[in-house]
């Protein structure tokens, strides 16, 4: 995304939190017309899980056949989600002139023209739309997940497994949203074919959005455990509980929105005012459980650095790994590369994916080697400025104080796509059961895709390393 384009997407986050904040005002006001009795006592959900709950919050309430419900409701959940969506992409209409000229010309060979043009990591956004605007996302959609799972809304937190198993559940509903927003028929590469158009083809907010917006999450849950309900203990006062609820949870208010409560709302206890407010509930304690040393599922973030022929390249990825027998594992992996060591005005960058088999000989030890074979695609692509038609370009700008053209009028592109292989091995190290280090790998990379710039980028030594997240081991 260009420049522009990103500082309007953070102007479309900034009246976004306006209306919420409009919102918030406009509720309080309520509190003043509305008898105490008619205060959220509806809001209050908790029943659906009483029976595991301790007797601070409602009797059961069980579902038709008589058992407690803790199935997901994923029919309520995409409602939320397809309004937050809708919600999005209306401001984008509203307030991006390149979006609405993207909706020019045939949809379906745009839509086609904008996926296949993905590669790369960066995406042309400044630092605050990357890795503060798209984590809130990310942060909105996994609570819009938890909000619909009667269980895992009222797990709080703590050192209770299952608090951290339905975060890592609520990473996962934000990577499938963030990638559909991205990539996905009702996308920014459908309206109006953003990734189309250089530089906003990196994937960068495929793996931002889920990873820190999950992060984002807990930390307002930290916040709401350890501050806010801490105040709202001490306090009585229904504006300083409206307040402090709001304003210092506000991913988790927006998501509120979206299922038409009042941001204030608490699953896990009652409303503001004194009449209704009930002691936090907890769920009891989860029974004695035997989980196995090798993880089923394994979520890795790796940085790489591939040393080519005459020039390197440095980036980053993610790979995905499911057990498929005590010493085997299958593993996808994304990831791309800046190359270096190019002439002036030039820039290019890999981009690959693949999946494979991984052996794992001694996958229940501490330290465990590996290796692997990843089967796949290879992109290159270049981009060339030509500085002379932009120097033009910028002074005809100036003359006529209209806004700079499109980077496509001044800048050639280049694309190469093959075949890809990555072959290695690598150790890990398990720090506990949840997290493991990946100490090193050592990879021999072959791609099919040809030259580009007049260089062969056919043969590599990749070297990386990365946090691994492991899943069914806790």
């Known amino acids: 995304m260009t420049l522009t384009r990103g500082w309007v997407k953070m102007g479309m986050l900034a009246m976004g939190f306006r209306i919420f904040s409009i919102l918030c005002f406009v509720s309080g006001l309520t509190l003043v017309a509305q008898p105490a009795d008619a205060l959220e006592d509806g809001n209050i959900d908790a029943g659906a899980v009483a029976?595991?709950?301790?007797?601070?919050?409602?009797?059961?309430?069980?579902?038709?056949?008589?058992?407690?419900?803790?199935?997901?409701?994923?029919?309520?959940?995409?409602?939320?989600?397809?309004l937050f969506t809708g919600l999005q992409h209306a401001f984008r209409l509203g307030t991006?002139?390149?979006?609405?000229?993207g909706m020019k010309g045939p949809f379906w060979a745009g839509y086609a023209q904008s996926v296949s043009s993905m590669h790369g990591w960066g995406d042309g956004d400044p630092f605050l739309v990357n890795y503060i605007g798209h984590p809130i996302q990310g942060s909105i959609t996994g609570f819009i997940y938890l909000q619909n799972s009667p269980r895992e809304r009222m797990l709080r937190f703590g050192?209770?497994?299952?608090?951290?198993?339905?975060?890592?559940?609520?990473?996962?509903?934000?990577?499938?949203?963030?990638?559909?927003?991205?990539?996905g028929p009702v996308s920014e590469a459908s309206i109006g074919k953003i990734q189309s158009r250089r530089p906003q083809q990196g994937f960068v907010d495929h793996v931002v959005t889920p990873i820190i917006g999950t992060g984002w999450l807990i930390a307002e849950d930290i916040v709401d455990e350890k501050i806010v309900l801490r105040l709202e203990e001490r306090f009585e006062n229904k504006w300083a509980r409206m307040m402090v609820r709001s304003w210092l949870n506000p991913t988790r208010s927006f998501s509120n929105a979206m299922r038409f409560k009042s941001p204030w709302h608490r699953d896990t206890r009652g409303g503001i005012t004194a009449g209704h407010y009930r002691a936090p509930a907890t769920l009891a304690p989860e029974g004695a459980r035997e989980f196995?040393?090798?993880?089923?599922?394994?979520?890795?973030?790796?940085?790489?650095?591939t040393r080519f022929e005459g020039t390197q390249c440095a980036g980053g990825g993610g790979q995905a790994a499911y057990r498929v027998s005590a010493d085997w594992q299958i593993v996808t992996?994304?990831?791309?590369?800046?190359?270096?060591?190019?002439?002036?005005?030039?820039?290019?960058?890999?981009?690959?994916?693949?999946v494979g088999p991984r052996w794992t000989p001694a996958a229940e030890r501490r330290v465990s080697p590996f290796a692997q074979v990843l089967v796949g695609g290879?992109?290159?692509?270049?981009?060339?400025?030509?500085?002379?038609?932009?120097?033009?370009?910028?002074?005809?700008?100036?003359?006529?104080?209209a806004p700079m053209p499109a980077q496509e009028l001044y800048t050639k592109g280049e694309t190469r796509n093959g075949l890809g292989l990555m072959a290695g091995t690598g150790i890990d190290v398990r720090l506990n059961p949840a997290v493991a280090l990946r100490v090193a790998t050592v990879?021999?990379?072959?791609?099919?895709?040809?030259?580009?710039?007049?260089r062969a980028y056919s043969r590599g030594l990749q070297l990386s390393s990365g946090v691994i997240l492991r899943m069914g081991t806790w």
């Open 96 to 101: 991006e002139r390149g979006t609405r000229v």
């Open 159 to 183: 050192r209770d497994p299952r608090y951290w198993r339905s975060r890592m559940k609520a990473m996962g509903a934000a990577f499938v949203y963030s990638s559909l927003f991205e990539l």
């Open 378 to 401: 290879n992109k290159i692509t270049r981009y060339e400025v030509d500085v002379a038609r932009a120097a033009i370009l910028k002074a005809e700008a100036r003359r006529t104080g």
């Open 443 to 454: 990879e021999y990379t072959k791609s099919w895709a040809g030259a580009i710039d007049g």
């Open 51 to 82: 029976g595991a709950i301790r007797p601070a919050i409602d009797p059961a309430r069980p579902s038709k056949g008589g058992a407690v419900e803790s199935k997901v409701d994923w029919g309520s959940m995409a409602r939320q989600a397809a």
């Open 333 to 354: 992996q994304l990831s791309g590369c800046q190359l270096r060591d190019l002439a002036a005005n030039r820039s290019a960058d890999t981009l690959f994916y693949g």
């Open 292 to 305: 196995p040393l090798a993880a089923k599922f394994e979520l890795t973030a790796i940085p790489i650095w």
